[in-house]
């Protein structure tokens, strides 16, 4: 029996917006006002098309523009099939996705961009992939309409980051992913307060697989992710899921002390051999200086194991739901909401 045998005749098995559906499909949004529309007019056709049970949930991510509002209107037009989830703040993509996790009722849950880049059609390849029995199932952008530095920059984070972490994705920045119920309800007690969210259920999966997938350029706006963000998700991961970093630490320290003393002996004997000198001052103040840059970043990168340390033990919740869209026995239940999307 598989993963999505296990809940076979689950109550709501059979239409769309049922209690339990086999497929949730979660989607974070933070000021995507331009293209939502957009991506509601593919989403919904495409999952209509697949013959199966669904939910959308949508997450809000603290949008200050008019997302919160256009998504409450979706879950007016579609209350079946729609539950909005609105946060009270900008907790970042990935706690948006925990969010979503701790609300998604289907057997298969799908993460998917609000951006069009991944377009919603390939949904159906994913959920085709999780009924052969795989636990989890990545996805590998083909063609990626991103420029040329971002692709290589992503090329060879993904080639360090598998070095250090041992986690084997292809793709680890492609969000259109598709999760076991096993893993979603195994990550949704973890309560890790940093966390990247496809290397975590890779840690939990037991039979993993990826595809190919289609990628087209963003349908509106900009990336979310600026150059900083980038960087500090892709520390966040590694320093989340390995200690590579500090044990790499450890053997420069050991290789410098040795090469340091050896510098040691070496003067020493010059000093009896030749006598007092002035000549090599600036090359000790070379060393000097490098051997300070090393002991700086030595300091932040334990630092940063230090600071996730204190983060968790802090044990502040993750995210704040401000209110929850969804439809109880046939009936929208709605909070009273201005046009911003704030609870009133």
Aim: net charge neutral; hydrophobic share 45%.
């Amino acid at each position: 029996m598989n993963h999505l045998e296990a809940r076979a005749g689950h109550p709501g098995a059979g239409h769309p917006g049922a209690a339990n559906p086999e497929v949730s499909v979660i989607i974070p949004v933070y000021n995507e006002e331009e293209g939502l529309a957009a991506l509601f007019a593919r989403l919904y056709p495409a999952l209509d098309a697949l013959g199966t049970s669904y939910e959308v949930i949508l997450i809000n991510d603290g949008s200050r523009d008019r997302s919160a509002a256009m998504l409450a209107d979706q879950f007016h037009v579609r209350p079946d099939t729609t539950r909005v989830v609105l946060l009270n703040g900008n907790y970042g993509q990935h706690m948006a996705i925990l969010a979503g996790f701790a609300q998604s009722r289907g057997d298969i849950v799908i993460t998917l961009d609000a951006d069009l880049q991944n377009p919603p059609e390939e949904i159906g390849k994913l959920i085709e992939k999780m009924r052969d029995g795989y636990d989890y199932v990545g996805s590998i952008r083909k063609q990626r309409q991103d420029s040329l530095w971002r692709r290589k920059a992503s090329q060879m984070m993904n080639r360090l980051r598998e070095r250090i972490t041992r986690i084997k994705m292809t793709d680890q920045g492609c969000m259109l992913r598709a999760y076991s119920r096993r893993i979603i309800d195994t990550i949704n007690v973890c309560g890790e307060v940093n966390t990247f969210i496809p290397a975590l259920a890779y840690t939990f999966a037991q039979n993993p697989t990826e595809i190919e997938v289609a990628h087209e350029e963003r349908f509106a706006g900009e990336s979310k992710y600026s150059l900083y963000s980038l960087i500090r998700l892709n520390f966040d991961l590694v320093t989340g899921f390995s200690v590579v970093p500090l044990q790499w630490l450890s053997f420069i320290g050991v290789i410098l002390s040795l090469g340091s003393a050896a510098l040691f002996v070496l003067l020493l004997v010059r000093r009896f051999i030749v006598g007092a000198e002035v000549q090599g001052v600036f090359t000790l103040f070379a060393i000097t200086f490098f051997l300070l840059g090393v002991i700086i970043f030595a300091l932040g990168l334990l630092g940063e194991y230090v600071g996730r340390i204190y983060q968790q033990v802090r044990a502040r919740p993750r995210y704040l739901i401000q209110a929850v869209l969804e439809q109880h026995d046939g009936m929208p239940a709605v909070p009273g909401m201005n046009r911003s999307g704030a609870a009133q």
